[in-house]
């Protein structure tokens, strides 16, 4: 009953946003856009926009495409900042960011998604339409359905996607969805997810030339010059995925013995209190919760060495060079198609060291099935202290 539930709903929704559209077009609304002109919408995270950021380069430089601008959040604004290849930047808000802009919070989601359905049809209408001759949708599903209407009220003729029905109950979620877009391709998605986005664009025919990741960057003023520091990154967006704050300490103070100032960052200033209470080191900057993540990113490409789990700050150490390493809760043995696989998710350099836990496939699967951290903290402090030493054997770390 509930799947027949959610087909029904899913056509209304449409055959609403497409009468919409009709009425647009009868009053002459939209007008065909000549020139290539190529809009990428990433409303995601931090990390997701690090990984979607090598279209740019490969549209720009090897397709000879001279617009090629952005629709994003508030949260990944600063990193597009940092990828040269953008040239405007659409700053809208996230479905939990205009939630968080209310004053009023009496509202059920429900009251909010209609809300918010109103707020992006205006500024679709307002500063999308008539604009661009082509939509590109890197990541595209159900809970990202917004990005659906905005595609659509475009009136941009060319509208292209990736979906990833990756099981049946996936695919009857998306019932009747895909027909916002002109093309929706789909993946295997057994590869990391930058290369999975370098395939659409390649689907939709325009050549892939380098698949790396690179962000720019400039030297920070948050730290005092001339002295060598590790990053450690505390805290992730999912608690489940956090390695335990006291293994840190014990991290930090080996990074101290070896010369180095600790600079802490991430957005939960608890965990930099208890950093702060516990420790042994001297030698350490608390910036948790201080900075923007433009500031975030020049801060860990300045730095010797970083350390996190999985987050994005792990991805802009890859994206900006530092040799780093990231603690995973994933199971070394895990099918490297799953969503959140280490294959896919990975922070991708080659001067990244990934660490797993050494676990079985079952219960855990891909990620951590317990109510808080468990399968991440299997992985000991020891353990990446002797990744840092091999670092150091090898001739330093930077």
Request: charged letters at 25%; aromatic letters at 12%.
């Amino acid at each position: 009953m509930k799947k027949v539930y959610i087909k029904i709903r899913n056509i209304i929704i449409y055959c609403f946003w497409k009468s919409i559209y009709f009425i647009l077009l009868f009053f002459g609304q939209y007008k065909t856009i000549n020139k290539e002109k190529i809009l990428v919408i990433s409303i995601q995270l931090i990390g997701d926009a690090v990984m979607v950021s090598p279209i740019f380069k490969n549209l720009v430089k090897y397709n000879n495409i001279d617009c090629v601008d952005v629709l994003c959040s508030n949260l990944e604004k600063d990193v597009f900042e940092h990828c040269r290849y953008v040239k405007n930047i659409l700053v809208i808000n996230s479905f939990e960011e205009f939630i968080k802009s209310k004053n009023i919070k009496c509202f059920s989601r429900g009251i909010y998604r209609l809300w918010y359905c109103m707020y992006i049809f205006k500024y679709t209408y307002n500063n999308i339409r008539n604009k661009y001759s082509i939509i590109i949708v890197p990541r595209w599903h159900m809970d990202l359905m917004f990005i659906s209407i905005i595609s659509l009220i475009s009136g941009v003729k060319h509208r292209y996607a990736y979906s990833e029905n990756t099981s049946k109950e996936k695919k009857i979620k998306r019932y009747f969805q895909d027909h916002y877009f002109t093309t929706v391709y789909n993946h295997g998605a057994a590869c990391h997810e930058s290369e999975k986005f370098l395939d659409l664009i390649k689907m939709i025919g325009y050549k892939v030339e380098d698949k790396n990741i690179a962000l720019t960057h400039k030297t920070t003023n948050k730290i005092p010059s001339g002295i060598k520091y590790a990053v450690l990154a505390l805290d992730t967006s999912n608690n489940k995925k956090e390695w335990d704050i006291n293994n840190f300490l014990k991290i930090s103070d080996f990074l101290e013995k070896c010369g180095l100032w600790i600079v802490l960052l991430g957005v939960k200033k608890a965990y930099g209190e208890y950093y702060e209470r516990n420790t042994n080191c001297i030698k350490y900057i608390n910036l948790i919760g201080k900075t923007t993540v433009s500031e975030a990113i020049d801060i860990i490409a300045d730095s010797e060495i970083y350390i996190g789990c999985d987050t994005g700050l792990s991805h802009i150490a890859a994206a900006v060079d530092v040799k780093g390493i990231v603690i995973f809760s994933n199971s070394k043995f895990e099918e490297p198609w799953q969503p959140s696989s280490v294959t896919r998710m990975r922070p991708k350099s080659n001067n990244i060291i990934v660490v797993q836990p050494d676990l079985p496939l079952a219960p855990c699967k891909t990620i951590c099935i317990s109510e808080y951290a468990h399968c991440v903290n299997l992985v000991e402090p020891e353990n990446i202290i002797e990744i840092i030493k091999k670092l150091l054997i090898k001739g330093g770390l930077k």
